[in-house]
């Protein structure tokens, strides 16, 4: 269709990165692009920490559970939810902040909007990006490793750099099927929802064959997959650590 | 820089369409590339609902706080939360859905990288977009509205249609100093803070006194709104509207 669908389309997670550091030049490049995404109000409830210190990479390595591209990458960066602007305006005016689940949610989501359109702005310079969920395992243990002022709480991390190798000719990881996600008019009802997930666990096994050779066993479906993620609290310090660096989730 | 930076940074908030529709065939493209933005182990935890009576969308209007797009937009979504094929696949196994702040934080950033690409897919073929905050002005009577099944919560609307006037040759509305956003190592102290804030107030006054010719007064600037926006409730009941649908905030 054009250049940029192309991108969009071609998009993998890269987790192997070559030595190469990125200009400063082209982090701003792209921070610039990502700024210029769509945010509430123009509230920009968000901040951008590049972590620059290698024993504190190494060191979140292990708190984001094991993965080395945290400390290869040319960049890495945490994607903070950041009221502290907020906060310290109305401090000035001896008010409270009292923003509430809208002002957490609108972090979460301006700081995705931002964080993305940086991440499209690095793949089209040829970079790879991987964002990492990890990084909530511990929030408390990133908060203190970077001495986290109030205000500004992790959302997960992004690693930037230059991919190890070209990215691999295999196909994509397969989504659900489009007609699962984008519904006209209504939802569909349980059972069609059902259907789309077992249609959709086919190809997903499918595609867990194939990238393994035929020679490992499949991994779990999709279904299996989601009942263990979903099934069994994750994280749960999460809503401690936010409530305690000032975000309201009620 | 290429093509796709251009794009980023030529991005505007559309609010005023033509009537021309938008072809089926290019809202499966936009979505498709939607789809391949990255997603927390594959969960997947998004859904779209095109709004397509006119009836409904006129009523969205007004519960979106009078944002006469919402009607006269080529198309009309609507982005969701999604935790329902999970709790269905978890039902099957007479197990309980308990994924927590973590479930619901993870749909929220799944959603906004989803519809972020999508956004970005559309602009790449000519179309203008507008994110609607205000769908979550009362969302128990958005829920009502459109039948909402458990599990499906909405974060957000947006319009996309071909723009009813070029773009504007005025000056983009001002983004916070990089500096203010992107950081290195550590984040700054507050007084540093401050002072970022105070400089991108005067930009933002120049802006609004440009925009308007210099005839009317100048808005408030951005640390007033920020205080007006922060310092009072806001959308209080939408913690427990979503708590209502099955999302877990603790």
Redesign the interface.
Known sequence: ?????D?????R?VRRFGPDPIPDEH???A???G??????????A????????AEERRALVELTGGQPQVADAGAFFIVCGD????????E??H?????????F??S??DA??????T???FE??GYGVC?I?GL?NDLAAVDAL????DG?YP??GLCVGVPAEPPADAA??P??P?E????????PV?TA??QR?AEYDRGYEAYLRDRSGGKKPAGPA??D???D????????N??EY?ASKGAE??
Do not use: K
Request: charge should be positive.
């Open positions: 269709m054009n250049e940029t669908i991108l969009l389309n071609n998009h997670s982090v701003r490049i921070v610039e692009a700024q210029r995404a769509s945010t509430s109000s123009a509230v920009q968000y901040s951008l920490l590049r972590v620059t210190d009221a502290r602007r907020h906060r310290l305006l109305l000035q005016d008010r409270d902040y009292t923003a509430g689940l809208e002002g949610l609108v979460v989501i995705t909007l931002f964080a993305q359109n991440v499209i702005a089209s310079m964002y969920g909530r970077l001495d986290l002022p500004l959302l997960y994509p990881r989504r659900l489009m699962a996600v984008l519904c006209e008019g209504r939802f349980d929802v059902l997930v999709w279904s997959r989601m009942r993620i979903h099934g069994a609290p994750r994280r749960p999460l809503a936010y989730l009620g």
